[in-house]
């Protein structure tokens, strides 16, 4: 059977169906509190949102926040995005890769959820350094990602030479696909971010951890 290793087009495929992710019945209680964290974390402030997706955190930036521009490679992701009710005015959404950002919108703030996980460790540097350039010195940064729990997550089916882990998932229409997934510690969190990142403060909870840091 083919196993497809394209990240945007495993994505594209599954725009329609992603936010059944965030239904997960064990899940719930955390994610309430991170909407929490990020609606507290971004009030005021002028965000840039990499990989946005369906723009499911995009809601709760645009709660608080001053401004939001949300940016994703995939255009099926962004046309669900769209499709939100969110206060008028507050919200840009932009196709973008997050390693080539260009210059543009003012921001004094990023948020990316459930994208470290996805950068290669071979690329972590080199992410940071485009993100660091973008955004200027201070610039608060956010970050949430999946812990991985026996019996909840995907199994990992392989780990490679630079200590990236992968899963098998498989969509709707039944087609497989191995994706780059990462489940760091706090330490190797601290570790790969703390040559860019200062003031790290990392919360853990049962399914995700939140990591608040502002760049050197
Ligand atoms: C796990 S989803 C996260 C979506 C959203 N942030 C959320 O938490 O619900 C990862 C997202 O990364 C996007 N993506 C993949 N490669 C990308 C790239 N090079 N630049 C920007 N976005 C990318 C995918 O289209 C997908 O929407």
């Not at 003012?106 to 459930?114: E, I, K, L, P, S």
Request: charged share 25%; aromatic share 10%; hydrophobic share 40%.
């Amino acid at each position: 059977m083919t196993v497809h290793t394209d990240l945007q087009g495993y994505y594209a495929q599954r725009a329609a169906s992603y936010e059944e992710v965030y239904a997960k019945p064990e899940r719930q209680a955390d994610l309430a509190r991170l909407h929490q964290r990020v609606r507290e974390l971004f009030a005021g402030q002028r965000v840039l949102e990499i990989a946005c997706g369906t723009g499911y955190w995009t809601a709760d930036l645009a709660a608080t926040a001053a401004q939001v521009l949300a940016t994703d490679i995939n255009p099926a992701v962004l046309d669900v995005a769209r499709t939100r009710k969110l206060p008028a005015g507050k919200v840009t959404f932009a196709l973008a890769d997050a390693f080539d950002l260009q210059p543009g919108v003012d921001v004094n703030a990023c948020f990316a959820g459930f994208w470290w996980s996805h950068v290669g460790r071979e690329v972590q540097d080199g992410f940071l350094d485009r993100l660091q350039a973008r955004l200027g010195k201070n610039a608060q940064v956010v970050m949430i990602d999946n812990v991985y729990v026996e019996g909840s997550s995907t199994p990992i089916a392989r780990t490679d030479a630079h200590g990236n882990t992968y899963q098998i998932r498989r969509l709707p229409d039944d087609t497989r696909h191995e994706v780059l997934k990462n489940f760091p510690t706090d330490s190797t969190l601290r570790k790969r971010l703390g040559g860019h990142l200062k003031d790290i403060r990392i919360e853990r909870l049962d399914h995700y951890w939140l990591l608040s840091a502002r760049f050197k």
